[in-house]
């Protein structure tokens, strides 16, 4: 089904460069190598269930255009999925842009940046970390850069540098190669302020006559600011910016919240065993010599509840007593959201609990509480 769906994507997108109308039924171009797989899947199924396959591209077609439940070849989806269409008319529906959105097989270019991205700055915390404690603090500080810096000045840039100097045989400093690979580079003219516009949520830069970020759930309105520079600022690469920054975003607001209630009940460590979790809570035990008490979390702002459960895993490093997805408020307002979530995890991962963010945070608030015992 992602397959289908990211194949849609793709033969729209090669339409497009070519200055056509996105119409997938005159059969003209060759098809994307998604397309062809996801048939052949579908031919394997059928022929195992000793049912009909689409017998050419155009049946294909057509089938996309039927709910999702009525195909000859039974689908593993959700009830709420079988509804749907995978275009509508020549258009591709919501579920179909939402499924290949999810898919990196739609965007090769973007999975490849997040790729090296994620290589960049690994290397970087190993080459700067003198110990795996250390490794483990450089990949916390770049991984909140990502979430909190979709712009950086080249002065921002600097003054990380000192911090992280270690540098390859050619001086070149592995704090630059990472900068180089996330952030797209921006010459200015002369030293100076340069006015940008920006979301004053989310902090992503915002097109002039654009009235949002964009970014999924996030209501901030534009606003003007000014980004001091040398000779440059930077902005994230659209890779980063959907894989590290949007993401991340319900990250960083649960780890702001989190610190502020964290004291001497409750520590916090972020992406522990650098990223097997996204936050691990430890709570202090209420009696001495009693044992803490772990919770290993995981935040997930994900447009397909069946797409996160198939993509998630259960990492066993980050040992605790509670496993728990948290989800943001913004997904609750799709019918059904959590119970789908639920269901897709039964059978994978046993044990994970999905709490929505102010649930999350009021559970952690409590517990923290007991912990202290007197507060
Ligand atoms: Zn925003």
Redesign the pocket.
């Known amino acids: 089904m992602e397959l289908l769906c990211a194949a849609l994507a793709k033969i729209r997108l090669e339409r497009q460069r070519a200055g056509v109308q996105a119409r997938c039924t005159d059969g003209s171009g060759p098809l994307p190598r998604a397309w062809r797989d996801a048939r052949g899947r579908l031919w394997w199924k059928a022929q195992s269930l000793g049912l009909d396959a689409p017998g050419n591209d155009l049946e294909l077609f057509d089938w996309c255009r039927r709910p999702l439940g009525s195909w000859p070849v039974p689908l593993s989806l959700t009830e709420g999925d079988l509804d749907v269409v995978l275009l509508e008319g020549d258009a591709l529906s919501e579920f179909a842009e939402q499924a290949a959105d999810l898919i990196q097989h739609a965007d090769v270019e973007a999975e490849l940046v997040q790729n090296q991205v994620f290589a960049a700055l690994m290397l970087c915390a190993r080459m700067n970390g003198k110990d795996d404690d250390a490794v483990q603090r450089v990949y916390c500080r770049l991984r909140r850069l990502l979430i909190d810096h979709p712009v950086l000045s080249d002065r921002e840039v600097q003054a990380l540098a000192r911090e992280l100097p270690a540098a390859d045989s050619d001086h070149d400093s592995f704090l630059a190669k990472f900068v180089r690979i996330a952030y797209v580079h921006h010459p200015v003219q002369a030293p100076g302020k340069v006015r940008l516009r920006?979301?004053?949520?989310?902090?992503?830069p915002?097109d002039d006559g654009a009235v949002?970020?964009?970014?999924p759930g996030?209501?901030?309105v534009p606003e003007q600011y000014e980004v001091a520079c040398l000779g440059a600022y930077w902005t994230q690469h659209r890779a980063t910016r959907q894989f590290f920054h949007d993401p991340g975003?319900l990250e960083g607001r649960l780890l702001d919240h989190l610190g502020e209630i964290a004291d001497g009940t409750l520590c916090v460590e972020d992406w522990p065993c650098l990223d097997a979790w996204d936050m691990a809570l430890t709570f202090k035990a209420r009696e001495p010599g009693a044992e803490a008490e772990r919770w290993a979390v995981d935040a997930k702002d994900c447009s397909s509840p069946a797409l996160l459960a198939r993509g998630f895993r259960c990492d066993p490093r980050v040992p605790a007593r509670r496993h728990i997805i948290v989800i943001p408020m913004h997904r609750l307002r799709t019918p059904g959201y959590v119970a789908d979530l639920e269901r897709e995890l039964q059978g994978r991962v046993s044990g994970v609990e999905v709490l929505d963010e102010q649930t999350f945070l009021r559970q952690a608030t409590v517990r923290a509480r007991q912990a202290g015992g007197t507060r």
């Open positions: 920006r979301c004053a949520d989310c902090r992503n915002v949002g970020c964009g970014a996030c209501t901030g975003l």
